[in-house]
């Protein structure tokens, strides 16, 4: 069943403050948290002030900068104040995920400079379960995540890195904070948050592996659908979604996109890449609208804007459409969107060929 994220950072808080609150009789300023330069406090403080700055960015709308604000404790706060600082923090970002709606996107840098709900309880999620890794090894206190909360934030913010059998020690690798076996250290990393591109009257949203693992699965991705729902085509492409990402090969920008219409926030299909551009410089595209939102002009609007990105990528140079002969519909959609046919197989059953090169 698809969550917006409330309950993951909930869950995640609790978890660590019951950890660290068994060694709140040490001395936290003067241990140094696992591999940061921050002390055990410094990096308690870091992490509310992370939990509240992604609830200020989500109910302040921010759009282009960081909420400017920052959290002070008081003097004497002591390590158990600290914790129920976490702890509140931890609660406005939960009420925020909430309480905020589906379509909201708010600033943030890493990598295409916002974020929705679902990617803000993610990052929180990320920041409680890692730093509390850190603080838990310079206290020697025992510290093991549910695994379900590891995967939770995999699927969100880490859509490049291939799952293994046990999401926590991904999670460690995938932040240079461990090893897995067959896969090198990493010793650079950032997360992922989805890509959004808008355009006159659709907002589309990439699908991340939750998402389209959900989609592939019946449910709706998180998605509210205008008509009777994802239509199959939808379904199959979030399925090759899920695919590429337990195989590792998933890149993120050439998934799946779903197209949410702005006026009324109801998703009305898909478009994506079947996979990453060849060495060729090419890339194929797919789509499918609901039946209820056809004969609009979407399926071309949402097309012009994702085939104009992909050919402003670098070593991209044509985006191809294969196309049944019979669909006329589909083939009056690539030719507003200023495909030309490139090869007739009609001959033998096989689809026609558009291309729109760069």
Same mark, same amino acid.
């Given at each position: 069943?698809? /969550?917006?994220?409330g309950?993951?950072v ?8 019951a950890?660290?609150?068994t060694a709140?009789?040490?001395?936290w ?23 509240v700055?992604?609830?200020?960015? &989500?109910t302040?709308r ?19 104040g600290?914790?129920?600082v976490?702890?509140?923090? *931890? ?9 905020t ?13 916002? =974020? ?17 890794? !850190?603080?838990?090894?310079a ?10 909360l590891?995967?939770?934030? &995999? ?14 020690a /991904?999670?460690l ?13 990493? /010793? ?22 939750? =998402? ?16 009777? *729902?994802?239509? !199959?085509?939808?379904r ?23 197209l ?5 926030? &109801? ?10 551009p ?14 209820a ?13 994702l085939? =104009?990105?992909?050919?402003?990528q670098?070593g ?15 083939r ?5 969107a200023g495909?030309?046919q ?16 760069r």
């Open positions: 069943m698809w /969550t917006e994220g309950e993951q909930e869950s995640a808080v609790a978890g660590a403050v950890a660290l609150r709140v009789d040490r001395d300023e003067g241990a140094r948290a696992a591999g940061l330069e921050w002390s055990v406090r410094d990096t308690a403080v870091h992490v509310a002030e992370c939990l700055a992604y609830a200020g960015q &989500l302040g921010a759009a282009d900068s960081y909420v400017p604000f920052e959290l002070v404790l008081e003097d004497g706060a002591g390590n158990d600290t914790l129920r976490v702890e509140a923090m *931890g609660g406005l970002l939960t009420a925020a995920v909430r309480t709606p589906r379509e909201v996107r708010a600033f943030h840098p890493y990598p295409f400079r916002s =974020a929705n709900r679902d990617g803000f309880a993610a990052m929180g999620v990320a920041e409680v379960l890692l730093h509390t890794h !850190d603080m838990a090894r206290l020697d206190v025992a510290y093991t995540p549910p695994a379900d590891c995967a939770y934030v &995999l699927t969100r913010i880490f859509p490049h890195v291939r799952p293994a059998a046990d999401p926590w /991904t999670l690798w995938a932040t240079g904070r461990g090893e897995l076996p067959g896969r090198a250290p990493v /010793t650079a990393w950032k997360w992922c948050n989805n890509l959004v591109l808008d355009t006159e009257r659709l907002t589309l949203e990439g699908v991340t592996p939750a =998402a389209a693992s959900d989609l592939a699965l019946g449910g709706d991705g998180g998605l509210d659908w205008a008509g009777d *729902g994802p239509a !199959d085509g939808t199959v492409g979030a399925g090759l979604v899920a695919k590429a990402y337990e195989a590792g090969t998933h890149r993120p920008q050439w998934g799946t996109y779903a949410v219409r702005r006026a009324d926030g &109801l998703a009305v299909g898909a478009m994506g890449f079947h996979d990453a060849d060495e060729d410089g090419r890339v194929e595209i797919g789509y499918d609208l609901v039946p939102a056809r004969g609009h002009g979407y399926a071309t609007e949402a097309l012009r804007a085939s =104009a990105w992909a050919l402003e670098p991209v140079s044509r985006v191809l459409a294969l196309v049944e002969a019979e669909n006329l519909a589909s009056a959609v690539v030719g507003r495909f030309r490139v090869s007739d197989g009609s001959a033998d059953g096989q689809p026609l060929a558009f291309e729109l090169r």
